[in-house]
C-alpha cells in the first residue's frame, strides 16, 4: 500500500495522528488518533519488523464491532498500553470487511488455537507472517482468568527475547496445521442424503416456543429458512415452512427488530430475541429479505411480506448512496454506549406522544417503568426499554383491543413520531463503504423481492446498484471489492464475483433483460478464470494472482452468509439450465464432490450447499415463454408463473423482436421457440422432457400444478 512520506516517517509521538489518518475505511480511521504506532497491512510495516526484529501484534475488527470499540477504549487509547506495545510490536490493524482473506486466514488460527473466534481479533505473529498467539477481546489489566495487556505484552516481549527458538518452532507447527485445515479433505462420491440431513438437524435445534435454533445467542443464519422453505415444497414437508413462519414472526416481534426505524440488529444475546447487539449490517438486512420472500412465495405467513417492505424501507432510506451503492452497517453505539439511540424509558415516551398515546406505546412494546435493558457493566435495568411486540392476543389482553385497521393506523402514526423524534438524537456511526460482495446480496434481495412482490422500485434500486459496481467498481476491467470516498480498493474476492452473478439472475428473472444473463455468464467465466482449482476442484476465496498469504483458502462452511462456493454451486446450476449448457452442471456438480467429505460431519453448517444440491436433484422445469414482452397475453402468462411457487424452475422470455435474437444466441435450445399464431407461447419442459407448447394460460396452470405435484412426489 502507498501512503504520504510525512504519514510514514512520522511518530505518534510527534503528531496527533498516526499512520492510518490516510486511510478510507471508517474502522482505520476510528483508530488514526490512537497514541499506538498503527499501520495498516502493508510491506512497509513487515520491513520494519524485520528490521527491528520485533514481532507483529495484528488487530482485525469492523467499524460497527461493540467490543472492537471497548478494547479500543481500554487498551488502545491507553498510554500506557500503547507505549508497551510501540515498544515490544510493530503494530497493524486490518478492517476485516476490507481484506476479508486476511480476516479468514487468521480467524481460523484462533479456532485452531482456543476453539472459538470472534472479534476483535488479536493475532501475534512473526515478520513473516506465521502466527504463535490468537486471541479476540483482550482486557487493559487480566480480570477473571483472562489475561490482560499491561500483562501479556511484556511476557510476549520476554519469550520472543529469551525462548526464541520455542516460538519460532510453535509458529511452524501452527503454520503446517493450518495448511492442512485450510483445504477440503479428500474429495468423495456426492453425498444425496446432505439436504435430509441438514433438514433433520435444524429440526432437531429448534427451539419451538421462541423460534429459531439452538440456544443465546441466536444469529438469525437466514440461509437456513432459505433452506427450509425450499425443502419444504421439494420435500413435502410442511413442519419445514412452519419453522421459517414461527422464527420470522418471533423475530419481527423481538427486540431485534427495530420497532421505530426497521431493519434487523445483528444478534440476539438470549433466546427470546428481546436483548440484541444493536450493529446493524447491510448482509442481515439482504438475507433476512431474500428469507422472508422466498417464505411469502411458498405460503408462509403475511407477516413476510411486511417484514420485506419494512427492512426495505430502512435499506433505501439509510443506507443507499446517491451513487446507487448500498452502505455496509450502522454501529451498535452512539454517544460510547451500546444501544442508547434505540432505547425509550417511559418518560420519553410520554414527552414524545402525551399520555394517553405514550401508555398505548408502551403496552403495544412492553415498556415499564423498570425496564428491560441493563447497563452492561453492573447488569442492572436503567429504567430504558427495548421495544418488542408480543402476540396479538397478549395485545388484547393488555386492554388495546381495537379493530385491526384502527389498531395499525395509530401505532403507525405512533411510531412516526418516534421516528421523527429520534431522528434528532446522535446517530451511531455508519460504515458508508461499498462492498462488490454485499451489494449483490442487497441487489439479490431486492429483484426477488421487486418480482414476487410486483414492487418496480425494488427492481430499479437493484438496477442501479449492480450498475454501480460493474461500472464504478472495476479498474483496467477488473472487479476490486471495496469502494469509498472515490477509492477503490483491493482485488475482488470470490464472494464478490459469485454474489454478483447471484444478483444479474435474479435482475434476468425480474426483468428478462437478456444484458442479465450475458453479464453473468462473463462474470461467471472471469470467476472460474481467477478463482478454480484445476486440480482439486472447488474455488479459492483469493485470486490466483492476489496477495499471497499463510495459505489459499477454500471455504464452503457457512457463517454470516453463504459461502462462495455454495453460492457458486446453485448459481451454475440455475445457469446450466436457463443456457442447456451442460459444462455449468458439470462444474456444480464437481464442486459437491470436492467437499463431500467436509459436509459428512454438520449437514446444517451447510444449508446453502444442501440447497443447491436440492435443487440439482429435484427434477428440473424450465419455462420458455415466446412473446412480445409488451403484449397483454405475454404478461399475462408471466403473471401466472410469479404467483406459483415454484423453487426447481427456471424462465426465460424469448422475444419476436431483437431481444429474441440475444436469448438465442445465450441459450441455443430456445432457437425453436416462437409464438404461435401471433399468440404468446409457453413451452414447459419437465426432467429433460417437454410438453406440447401452448396459448391458454389455463393449460399453463395446468403444467405447473402437475409440475409442483411431481417435485413433492
Known amino acids: 500500500m502507498t501512503h504520504a512520506s510525512d504519514a510514514a516517517s512520522t511518530s505518534p509521538a510527534e503528531s496527533k495522528k498516526n499512520r492510518l489518518a490516510t486511510e478510507k475505511s471508517p474502522y482505520l480511521l476510528q483508530h488514526a488518533d490512537n497514541p499506538v504506532d498503527w499501520y495498516p497491512w502493508g510491506e512497509e510495516a513487515f520491513k520494519r519488523a ?117 516460538v519460532l518452532a510453535s509458529a511452524q507447527q501452527i503454520s503446517a496445521r493450518l495448511a492442512t485445515v485450510s483445504q477440503p479433505q479428500t474429495a468423495g462420491e456426492i453425498d444425496p442424503t446432505l439436504p435430509d440431513r441438514a433438514y433433520r438437524e435444524l429440526s432437531s435445534r429448534y427451539d419451538a416456543v421462541n423460534g429459531g435454533f439452538g440456544s443465546a445467542p441466536k444469529f438469525p443464519s437466514p440461509h437456513n429458512l432459505l433452506f427450509l422453505s425450499r425443502y419444504s415444497a421439494l420435500e413435502n414437508q410442511p413442519q419445514a415452512l412452519k419453522m421459517v413462519d414461527h422464527t420470522l414472526a418471533e423475530m419481527r416481534r423481538g427486540g431485534i427488530f427495530d420497532q421505530v426505524g426497521f431493519g434487523f440488529h445483528r444478534y440476539s444475546t438470549d433466546t427470546e430475541w428481546l436483548v440484541p447487539h444493536f450493529e446493524k449490517m447491510l448482509y442481515d438486512q439482504a438475507m433476512l429479505v431474500l428469507a422472508s420472500t422466498e417464505a411469502s412465495l411458498a405460503g408462509g405467513d403475511p407477516i413476510h411480506r411486511k417484514i420485506v417492505d419494512e427492512v426495505l424501507t430502512y435499506v433505501l432510506r439509510d443506507m443507499t448512496d446517491a451513487a446507487g451503492g448500498f452502505y455496509s452497517a450502522e454501529d451498535a453505539d452512539s454517544e460510547g454506549e451500546e444501544g442508547l439511540f434505540y432505547i425509550w424509558s417511559l418518560d ?71 421516528f421523527e423524534n429520534r431522528e434528532g438524537r446522535v446517530h451511531p456511526l455508519k460504515d458508508d463503504k461499498v462492498l462488490a460482495d454485499w451489494n449483490g446480496l442487497m441487489a439479490a434481495a431486492m429483484a426477488r423481492a421487486g418480482r414476487v412482490f410486483g414492487n418496480d422500485d425494488y427492481v430499479h434500486a437493484a438496477e442501479r446498484s449492480i450498475a454501480f459496481v460493474l461500472d464504478s467498481m472495476r479498474k483496467d476491467g477488473r472487479l476490486l471489492h471495496r469502494w469509498r470516498d472515490g477509492e477503490l480498493r483491493v482485488p475482488a474476492f470470490l464472494d464478490d464475483h459469485v454474489f454478483l452473478v447471484w444478483a444479474l439472475l435474479e435482475l434476468y428473472d425480474a426483468t428478462f433483460e437478456p444484458k442479465y444473463l450475458k453479464q453473468a455468464m462473463d462474470l461467471q467465466k472471469t470467476t472460474d478464470e481467477l478463482f478454480w482449482d484445476e486440480e482439486s476442484g472447488g474455488y479459492f476465496f483469493s485470486p490466483d494472482d492476489g496477495e499471497k498469504l499463510l495459505v489459499r483458502q477454500k471455504e464452503i462452511y457457512d457463517g454470516a452468509i453463504p459461502s462462495g462456493n455454495s453460492v457458486a454451486a446453485w448459481n451454475l446450476i440455475r445457469l446450466g439450465r436457463l443456457t442447456g449448457r451442460t459444462e455449468y452442471s458439470d462444474r456444480a456438480e464437481t464442486i459437491f464432490k470436492t467437499f463431500a467429505a467436509d459436509t459428512a460431519r454438520g449437514a446444517s453448517a451447510h444449508s446453502h450447499l444442501a440447497d443447491a444440491m436440492l435443487f440439482a436433484a429435484s427434477p428440473s422445469l424450465e419455462i420458455v415463454i415466446a412473446g412480445d414482452p409488451d403484449s397483454g397475453d405475454t404478461q399475462s402468462m408471466i403473471r401466472l408463473l410469479r404467483s406459483v411457487y415454484l423453487p426447481q424452475s427456471v424462465t426465460l422470455l424469448v422475444s419476436p423482436k431483437g431481444d429474441g435474437d440475444a436469448i438465442r444466441e445465450l441459450a441455443p435450445f430456445t432457437e425453436g421457440h416462437v409464438p404461435i399464431d401471433g399468440h404468446a407461447a409457453a413451452y414447459v419442459c419437465r426432467d429433460y422432457t417437454c410438453k406440447m407448447p401452448t396459448t391458454d394460460p389455463a393449460e399453463l396452470a395446468k403444467l405447473l400444478k402437475e409440475a409442483t405435484e411431481a417435485a413433492s412426489d
Open 50 to 166: 524485520r528490521e527491528e526484529d520485533k514481532p507483529i501484534f495484528l488487530s482485525i475488527g469492523y467499524a460497527t464491532c461493540h467490543w472492537c470499540h471497548v478494547m479500543a477504549h481500554e487498551s488502545f487509547e491507553d498510554p500506557i498500553v500503547a507505549a508497551l506495545m510501540n515498544e515490544a510490536f510493530i503494530n497493524i490493524k486490518v478492517d476485516r470487511e476490507e481484506r476479508p482473506d486476511i480476516d479468514q486466514v487468521y480467524m481460523t488460527v484462533c479456532q485452531m488455537l482456543t476453539g472459538s473466534g470472534g472479534w476483535p481479533l488479536t493475532i501475534i505473529m512473526t515478520p513473516d507472517k506465521v502466527p504463535f498467539y490468537a486471541g479476540t477481546y483482550l482486557p487493559r489489566a487480566s480480570r477473571f482468568g483472562r489475561i490482560g495487556m499491561t500483562e501479556l505484552v511484556p511476557r510476549v516481549q520476554q519469550i520472543w527475547s529469551s525462548e526464541r527458538d520455542k
Open 348 to 418: 420519553e415516551l410520554a414527552e414524545v406522544l402525551g399520555a394517553d398515546d405514550a401508555g398505548f406505546a408502551a403496552g403495544v412494546w412492553n415498556a415499564t417503568a423498570d425496564g428491560n435493558f441493563a447497563e452492561e457493566a453492573s447488569g442492572e435495568v436503567t429504567g430504558s426499554n427495548i421495544l418488542h411486540r408480543d402476540s396479538g392476543d397478549e395485545v388484547t389482553a393488555k386492554g388495546l383491543d381495537l379493530k385491526p385497521d384502527a389498531f395499525a393506523t395509530r401505532l403507525e402514526s405512533i411510531r412516526s413520531r418516534l
